[in-house]
């Protein structure tokens, strides 16, 4: 049985393989690049036509007759004044497969395990990947040579590929990423900090686990924030990088459309933010904070304080209690506390929605580097914001005592803070609700609830209160106000 998906591609049932004809439904042939299934990080089952004249068109095999990809007709260019094909956050694996056995066999695990028997081949060949770890195979069948073959599945797996010519094993490969050159690529143009900062450790995490020669490809203002702590990884903008350079190659990103999981092994929205980089490179997935480099760590006032970020990129993450801020800026300075904003910007918004620097507090906003905001943040008495890059930074600069106020996300979103606000007796966590695919063009985005009086809702109903009592119980505001701690 099989059912038809987008540009006429055809997806098998999902029973169990069959080891010795029909291929099993986690497979794919990869074929002419004029079509191909993007896995772009908000739809990674769009279809885009490219104008190359090699290609990975996803074409998921079925228990129907074996599919006929494309032959490849084209070499490979070999102009390396070229920049690489990109899907418009991820570089594209090079059209042939990085390296070659003895019989001129093609293969390599650059974003799935990848085979191409020579073009014009003699006899009858036959392909299998299988998942070593879970011991299972995962496709075996003809191939044809002069096509390019690779598996569905694109995160990490303990892959190991064999090939038969006329019945007669002559390729056999067990995936080992030790001393190998591996690619783990981080969305290019990423712009959000609590992305890279919760997934950096995990990259870290693989390069250890393999001892590869690990290359992360990141902007170059987070590799100016954690560079010179992490020796062992090789950190490069994209524009540095070439794809065919590579053993081996892995993705990172928050995979929306991913139904059926093939670029992560569990939904994102299921094991946070953070975690899903663990589970994409397959190692252990507790999350950890990463570490920075900080050019100056003095304290910057001498004075106590508590730093605010009242700032994010779209409404939704906001505290959008009227009263809020101002009410926890006059609680917070009631107590002795100077109270200093580092958002990026004194005004956030878009249309005829504009958030303001809040009453009563101290404007430290404007052009600084992350460093200089870390700075300012490590030395606070606590730090209080919203589900956004800032209150990554406060953890990951080593901060204990983060508030976080987010009504869109679980708290299983974000990294583990006793000092968490949210209000479940109200609506709550659409951003980890898979009916529900995040718009990040939409600033106002609000999927239950847009245009109606329940708009933002989940945190309009987070009251000063809860947040105040939630302050209560953090030591240094208890040990220094022992009367409003009662």
């Known amino acids: 049985m099989s059912n038809v998906i987008e540009n006429g591609l055809r997806e098998a049932g999902h029973g169990e393989p069959d080891t010795t004809a029909a291929p099993a439904a986690d497979v794919h042939a990869a074929a002419s690049m004029t079509s191909r299934v993007l896995d772009h990080i908000k739809s990674d089952t769009a279809a885009s036509a490219a104008s190359a004249s090699v290609a990975q068109r996803d074409a998921l095999a079925s228990a129907n007759p074996t599919p006929e990809p494309t032959q490849i007709g084209a070499p490979e260019?070999?102009?390396?004044?070229?920049?690489?094909?990109?899907?418009?956050?991820?570089?594209?694996?090079?059209?042939?497969?990085?390296?070659?056995?003895?019989?001129?066999?093609?293969?390599?695990?650059?974003?799935?395990?990848?085979?191409?028997?020579?073009?014009?081949?003699?006899?009858?060949?036959?392909?299998?990947?299988?998942?070593?770890?879970?011991?299972?195979?995962?496709?075996?069948?003809?191939?044809?040579?002069?096509?390019?073959?690779?598996?569905?599945?694109?995160?990490?797996?303990?892959?190991?590929?064999?090939?038969?010519?006329?019945?007669?094993?002559?390729?056999?490969?067990?995936?080992?990423?030790?001393?190998?050159?591996?690619?783990?690529?981080?969305?290019?143009?990423?712009?959000?900090?609590?992305?890279?900062?919760?997934?950096?450790?995990?990259?870290?995490?693989?390069?250890?686990?393999?001892?590869?020669?690990?290359?992360?490809?990141?902007?170059?203002?987070?590799?100016?924030?954690?560079?010179?702590?992490?020796?062992?990884?090789?950190?490069?903008?994209?524009?540095?990088?070439?794809?065919?350079?590579?053993?081996?190659?892995?993705?990172?990103?928050?995979?929306?459309?991913?139904?059926?999981?093939?670029?992560?092994?569990?939904?994102?929205?299921?094991?946070?933010?953070?975690?899903?980089?663990?589970?994409?490179?397959?190692?252990?997935?507790?999350?950890?904070?990463?570490?920075?480099?900080?050019?100056?760590?003095?304290?910057?006032?001498?004075?106590?304080?508590?730093?605010?970020?009242?700032?994010?990129?779209?409404?939704?993450?906001?505290?959008?209690?009227?009263?809020?801020?101002?009410?926890?800026?006059?609680?917070?300075?009631?107590?002795?506390?100077?109270?200093?904003?580092?958002?990026k910007e004194a005004v956030h918004g878009t249309g005829l929605v504009y958030n303001h620097l809040p009453h009563g507090c101290e404007d430290e906003t404007g052009d600084r580097t992350l460093a200089e905001r870390a700075r300012w943040i490590k030395h606070a008495d606590f730090f209080i914001g919203l589900s956004s890059g800032l209150s990554w930074l406060a953890w990951a600069v080593g901060q204990k005592n983060i508030v976080m106020i987010s009504g869109f996300t679980h708290p299983n979103n974000e990294f583990h803070t006793p000092y968490r606000v949210i209000n479940f007796n109200t609506c709550n966590s659409c951003w980890n609700d898979p009916r529900h695919s995040f718009d990040h063009k939409d600033f106002l985005w609000c999927p239950r609830h847009a245009g109606t009086d329940r708009q933002f809702e989940c945190t309009k109903l987070i009251a000063p209160g809860q947040v105040m009592n939630v302050i209560r119980t953090i030591p240094s505001f208890a040990a220094g106000n022992p009367r409003d701690a009662n």
């Not at 956050?89 to 003895?102: G, N, R, W």
């Not at 599945?153 to 064999?162: I, S, V």
């Not at 980089?277 to 304290?299: N, Q």
Request: with cysteine.
């Open 77 to 343: 260019n070999t102009d390396k004044t070229s920049a690489p094909a990109t899907d418009g956050s991820h570089l594209m694996a090079p059209a042939i497969p990085t390296q070659t056995d003895i019989h001129g066999i093609a293969y390599d695990f650059n974003d799935g395990v990848r085979v191409m028997v020579p073009a014009g081949a003699e006899g009858e060949w036959v392909a299998e990947f299988r998942d070593a770890e879970h011991d299972q195979i995962l496709f075996r069948n003809s191939i044809k040579p002069g096509t390019l073959w690779t598996s569905r599945k694109r995160y990490f797996t303990a892959w190991n590929l064999k090939v038969w010519k006329d019945g007669q094993l002559v390729l056999d490969r067990q995936m080992k990423l030790e001393g190998k050159k591996v690619l783990v690529q981080f969305p290019m143009g990423l712009g959000t900090l609590g992305d890279f900062l919760g997934w950096l450790p995990f990259v870290d995490r693989l390069q250890k686990k393999h001892k590869c020669r690990l290359t992360a490809m990141l902007p170059q203002h987070f590799i100016d924030l954690v560079g010179p702590m992490y020796p062992d990884l090789l950190m490069v903008p994209h524009e540095k990088v070439d794809p065919a350079a590579f053993h081996a190659t892995y993705r990172l990103g928050l995979f929306f459309g991913d139904v059926d999981c093939t670029r992560q092994p569990s939904d994102f929205r299921y094991v946070g933010l953070h975690r899903t980089a663990g589970y994409i490179l397959g190692v252990d997935p507790t999350e950890e904070p990463p570490k920075l480099y900080l050019p100056d760590e003095s304290r910057p006032i001498a004075e106590k304080y508590v730093v605010i970020a009242t700032k994010a990129s779209t409404q939704c993450k906001y505290w959008n209690h009227v009263n809020g801020w101002r009410e926890i800026i006059k609680f917070l300075k009631d107590a002795g506390y100077r109270v200093i904003c580092i958002d």
